[in-house]
């Protein structure tokens, strides 16, 4: 067998067997197929597709490429969750801290930004000192003692997906139902929950822009969990506009704060307490959605929440007087106001464009090696149904880069779809 008869196969439409996909894995991973060999592969399974087996072996595959691990001491109803990407989605900094605070362990690996999505691993890793990189041992000791560990995929866990999610997002090959579905599932095989929530964003701003698409997706996530021993659920959100009020690194680590601090965008909380509410019910915890929903927003209430954030924070290193007093975060050089140019309603705000343009102010990677600059990003003022005057700020561009700012006021103002008010 040998890589270059492999990537002829698929880039001529026909299938991969269960061997041929077990060796690109094992040996990308291990180093022996270069990077542009790989490229090619990934990019004839772009446009020919896998079919469901195909999707499978390549999900087991590369869950099998490093550790498996096993979580069964921590209890026989661990719950896990994903996202199948999106703008703004901080949801796991808000959602895991509250599940943890109800008693129910949450172990979870989650990845960096990916295209014009950004990733949880990298907005938790703009809290000073925090570690993403820990080992086995230590991730499970940490769930044991404070309830809950949020970590990257930087334990030999899943390294092929590691190597491969990093690639595909330089060659413009993430958009692709089998390569996100065992993208996220060899993650969730390898990081050991047996009961698993996904996320499965649609709209502008996700990788998914039908609800067809999104189906697809979701079916085979389900057929790819169940063959491997695991309950999947699949919730459907809408992902059209960002998520909440912030898009970047810091900026949405402090919308997480204050929003376990008790504000709350709606849109948001939509999205948080409806994963939440399938989470509490998957962990045994109770079967009542609306009574599940009651429960998060008591530990909200009364701080229990934010005070599991402040934990896991601590635990892992990280420096919780910044989340204490969010001021204390490094703000971007500039921060320069977008004015509106019109008055009216606004109509629409293409999630994807304002990921494209908080990627342009350094928020995401361009290139695998790119640096984050974690003060960058967008700040919504205005949202998707709010009116708003000649002159209102609609949005707030965070950037270290002068020359940037006239090219992102202009795409805001492109991106913000204003109709006049007709009364
Ligand atoms: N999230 C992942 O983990 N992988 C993908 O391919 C897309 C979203």
Redesign the pocket.
Known sequence: MNILEIIAKKRDGKELSKEEIEYFVKEYTNGNIADYQASALVMAIYINGMNEREATDLSIAMAYSGDVLDLSRLGSNIVDK????GVGDKVSIILLPIIASLGIPVAKMS?RG?GF?GGTVDKMESIPGYRTNIQVDEFISNVEKVGISMIGQTMNLAPA?KKL?AL?DTISC?ESIP??AS??MS?KIASGANKIVLDVTVGKGA?MKTQEEAHKLAELMIKIGNLAGKEVVCVFTKMDEPLGNSVGNTLEVIEAVNFLKGYMPKDLKDVVFELGAQMIKLAGFGDDIENNKAKMQENISNGKAYEKLIQMVQNQGGDISYLNDTNKFEKAKYIIPVESKTSGIIKEINAEEVGKVACFLGAGRLKKEDKIDNSAGIILNKKVGDYVEEKEVIAYINTNYEEKIEYAKSKILEIWKIIKNVY
């Open positions: 994903h996202s199948t990407g990845g990916l999505t997906d999610y595909r993430v390569l996100i993208s996220i993650k990788f």
